[in-house]
C-alpha cells in the first residue's frame, strides 16, 4: 500500500513557483521521501529526494517538515515543460537491508501559458 | 551517457503466449528493478537483483512471472501464459547504491499488450 497521499491535480501558471505537497504521516525514521515526475509515455525521471533536512538541486527544492509527516516539492519557475505527473514516494527497507519504491497515485500538474 | 535502455519498446501478443523482456542498465549498475505501471496507476514494485541474485521478489504476482540476471548486468523479465490482466508498461530501473543516497534511473518502458 502506498505510504503517500496527493492532490490528484494541480494547475500552475508559468514562470511561477509550483508547489506540489505530500502527506507520508506514516513514515518510519529511516525511510527516505523521493520525487519522481513522469511526462505522458515516459520513463520517471528523478527530482530529488531527502530523508529529514530540506534540499535543493538544479532541478527543484524540498521541504520537509519535522516531523517528518508531510513534505512539499517547489519547483521555482514551472515552464510548459514540467507538466507532468509528479510522484512522492517512500522508499522502505526490510530487514534484509533491501530497498524498494512504494508509489501512490502521484499529482497531474499542468503548467499553463 | 547512456541511460536504461528496454526492449522492445512495445509488444503486443496473444492470450496464452510468452513473452521476454529485456533491459540494459547503466554500466557499473549493481542493482536493477522491475516495475509494472497500469494505466493511470503510480508503478508498482515487482522484482529487485543485487548484482545476479534476486534480492527481493515479493512483488511478482504469480508464478507466470520470472526475472534473471545472469551476468548481473542485463536482465530478462519473462512472463508465461500471459492473460489480458497482463497488459501494462513494463519499467526497468538501475541504481548504484551509495548508502541511504541511492538514486533509481528508470528506462523508457515496454508496453506490453495482450489480446
Known amino acids: 500500500d502506498a505510504k503517500t497521499t496527493q492532490p490528484p491535480s494541480m494547475d500552475c501558471a508559468e514562470g511561477r513557483a509550483a508547489n506540489l505537497p505530500c502527506n507520508h504521516s506514516?513514515?518510519?525514521?529511516?525511510?527516505?521521501v523521493y520525487w519522481y515526475r513522469q511526462i505522458h509515455s515516459q520513463g520517471p525521471q528523478y527530482i530529488i529526494h531527502?530523508?529529514?533536512?530540506?534540499e535543493t538541486n538544479e532541478m527543484a527544492s524540498l521541504i520537509i517538515t519535522e516531523d517528518r509527516k508531510s513534505s512539499t516539492l517547489i519547483l521555482p519557475h514551472a515552464t510548459l515543460r514540467d507538466t507532468a505527473v509528479y510522484y512522492c514516494?517512500?522508499?522502505?527497507?526490510?530487514?534484509?537491508?533491501?530497498?524498494?519504491?512504494?508509489w501512490g497515485l502521484g499529482t497531474s500538474l499542468a503548467v499553463n501559458p | 551517457g547512456a541511460g536504461v535502455s528496454q526492449t522492445p519498446s512495445n509488444k503486443v501478443t496473444e492470450k496464452g503466449k510468452y513473452v521476454e523482456l529485456r533491459c540494459d542498465p547503466i554500466?557499473?549498475?549493481?542493482?536493477l528493478y522491475w516495475y509494472r505501471q497500469s494505466l493511470g496507476q503510480g508503478p508498482e514494485f515487482l522484482i529487485y537483483?543485487?548484482?545476479?541474485?534476486?534480492?527481493?521478489d515479493s512483488g511478482l504476482p504469480n508464478d507466470r512471472f520470472f526475472a534473471v540476471r545472469p551476468e548481473g548486468s542485463v536482465s530478462t523479465l519473462k512472463i508465461q501464459r500471459t492473460e489480458r490482466g497482463d497488459s501494462a508498461v513494463y519499467l526497468c530501473?538501475?541504481?548504484?547504491?551509495?548508502?541511504?543516497?541511492?538514486?533509481?534511473?528508470f528506462g523508457p518502458g515496454t508496453r506490453l499488450l495482450v489480446l
Open positions: 506514516t513514515i518510519s525514521g529511516n525511510e527516505y
Open positions: 530501473a538501475s541504481s548504484d547504491i551509495a548508502g541511504g543516497r541511492e538514486t533509481q534511473y
Open positions: 554500466s557499473g549498475h549493481t542493482a
Open positions: 537483483f543485487q548484482g545476479t541474485g534476486a534480492a527481493d
Open positions: 514516494i517512500v522508499r522502505v527497507e526490510n530487514a534484509g537491508n533491501n530497498r524498494k519504491l512504494i
Open positions: 531527502g530523508l529529514k533536512n530540506n
